[in-house]
Structure formats: structure tokens, C-alpha cells
């Protein structure tokens, strides 16, 4: 099992930068994959970027080159640097980890990240 903290989400403008964190309860090192959904108002849960304990990193189309997922095993984190936001980008996102390729995903509890002048 592992539980999930997220951290650093707010209010920014559009075309600003925020950053988001994930810390989980225990070593990193061997989960097979962690990342970022989002879940905006009427709408379902989506994948925003996920990266595997080999590095493998994958992106929403929406997303690809303005935001940047890395794994520190160091200190269990995940993080998510989000760059050039736009109003589209508002919604809660979560943290999840994935233990092994087969299993269910662990979710932490969400950060609002709001995008608005």
C-alpha cells in the first residue's frame, strides 16, 4: 500500500507557471508507475502525464511541451511542472501510483488548480 500527498496547486493567470508535488509514504524506487489525472467540472478523470520506474514518460496531447513530470526516488516524490497554463488546464488534479503493471491505481486526495485572469 502507499498513500499520496499532493501539494502546490492555486490560482494562476493564464500563460503562468505552477508547480505540483506528490510525496507517497513510502520508497519509490520499485513503484512500476506514477503521474498526474485531472478532473474537470462535467467532465471525467483524465491522464495528464505518467512516468514509470524505468523513466518512461508519457503526455496528454493537450499538455506535451508545456508540462514536465520527473521522479525523485530520493524523496519519493513525483512532480509535475506546469508551464504556459491556460484557462483549459483548471481542474482538480490527482496523484496516483501504480505498484505494479496488473494492479489498481492508489489516489491521493486532489489540488485544485484554478487558471484565470
Known amino acids: 500500500q502507499v498513500q499520496l500527498v499532493e501539494s502546490g496547486g492555486g490560482l494562476v493567470q493564464p500563460g503562468g507557471s505552477l508547480g505540483l508535488s506528490c510525496t507517497a509514504s513510502?520508497?519509490?524506487?520499485?513503484?512500476?508507475?506514477m503521474g498526474w489525472y485531472r478532473q474537470a467540472p462535467g467532465n471525467q478523470r483524465e491522464l495528464v502525464a505518467g512516468i514509470t520506474r524505468g523513466g518512461s514518460i508519457n503526455y496528454a496531447d493537450s499538455v506535451q511541451d508545456r508540462f514536465t513530470i520527473s521522479r525523485d526516488n530520493a524523496k519519493n516524490t513525483v512532480n509535475l511542472q506546469m508551464n504556459s497554463l491556460k484557462p483549459e488546464d483548471t481542474a482538480v488534479y490527482y496523484c496516483y501510483a501504480e505498484l505494479t503493471h496488473w494492479g489498481d491505481p492508489y489516489w491521493g486526495q486532489g489540488t485544485q488548480v484554478t487558471v484565470s485572469a
Open positions: 513510502r520508497n519509490i524506487f520499485s513503484i512500476y508507475a
